[in-house]
């Protein structure tokens, strides 16, 4: 006779067992692979080949070093750990190098950067940038610090036309953010995808979009509403009636969003 066939149980069936199997895949932690330098060549250079740059906030800072035996030298620091691509191992770097994954920037006689302008955001801190020279029409992510007073309102602020590639602008605002309105409502800048950073001690820090900037804060302190290009633009309010203004954003930035 034939064998009876006993069914699963509850929870013991094929469809159960492969969850099961699939949640336990999800547990295990990737294993180092020490066999990476066995495998040929040309598999090697594939692997390497398919590397990516890595996003990064370049920090670089501008210094004028004064001594009598050498006179003035001028240095650019990077505080930015190179690309990890260029030091795996010489052949990585080899490959990298050969693809033009990066390129050296900002070059001085004892000095450079390794960037890839596409990906990399060029964080100099204090808006001083004539040292960039040459390097500047490359510069597609840029971030730097400043106080929106008269200096950077009328003559710093249309320095940044001169990053002709500019794709992406951050500004960490070193004052109140809510003082920042009028350069979100009347700059114009290479590129419209402009945000503003609150230096405050949250972690992150508070980050608002043009857009976001101008639907929060009124431009004026009238009720009528300004007639700039951004704010006809952005400002769903701009046919109603003017709203409220969280306090904090004149008085304090909030924590976070």
């Known amino acids: 006779m034939p064998k009876k066939r006993k069914m699963p149980g509850q929870g013991k069936g094929k469809g159960k067992g492969k969850d099961k199997d699939k949640d336990k895949d999800k547990n295990k932690k990737l294993r180092p692979f020490h066999q ?32 009598k035996k050498r006179g003035t030298r ?24 050969q693809r033009q994954l990066y390129q050296r920037a900002f070059v001085r006689p004892q000095s450079y950067t390794w960037v890839n302008f596409a990906s990399d955001m060029i964080s100099i801190g204090p808006l001083v940038f004539s040292w960039l020279e040459d390097d500047r029409p490359l510069i597609q992510r ?26 992406e602008l951050h500004i960490v605002c070193q004052d109140n953010i809510g003082h920042w309105i009028n350069v979100a409502e009347e700059k114009h800048f290479p590129t419209d995808n402009v945000f503003f950073i609150a230096k405050s001690t949250a972690s992150p ?3 608002y979009s043009r857009r976001e900037m101008l639907e929060m804060i009124p431009a004026r302190p009238f009720p009528e509403y300004s007639n700039s290009y951004y704010r006809q633009m952005y400002d769903k309010r701009i046919k109603g009636t003017e709203g409220e203004v969280p306090d904090e954003l004149f008085f304090g930035v909030s924590e976070g969003k």
């Open 36 to 67: 990476f330098s066995r495998l040929p060549a040309e598999l090697r250079t594939r692997v390497w080949e398919l590397v990516d740059a890595e996003p990064r906030v370049v920090e670089l800072r501008h210094h004028l070093e004064h001594t």
């Open 74 to 97: 001028e240095q650019i620091r990077c505080l930015s750990r190179a690309p990890a691509i260029l030091h795996v191992c010489r052949e990585s770097r080899r490959i990298a190098i």
């Open 142 to 167: 840029f971030r730097f610090e400043s106080e929106n007073d008269e200096c950077f309102f009328h003559f710093q602020s249309e320095e940044l036309n001169t990053l002709t590639g500019l794709r």
């Open 205 to 207: 820090s508070p980050i």
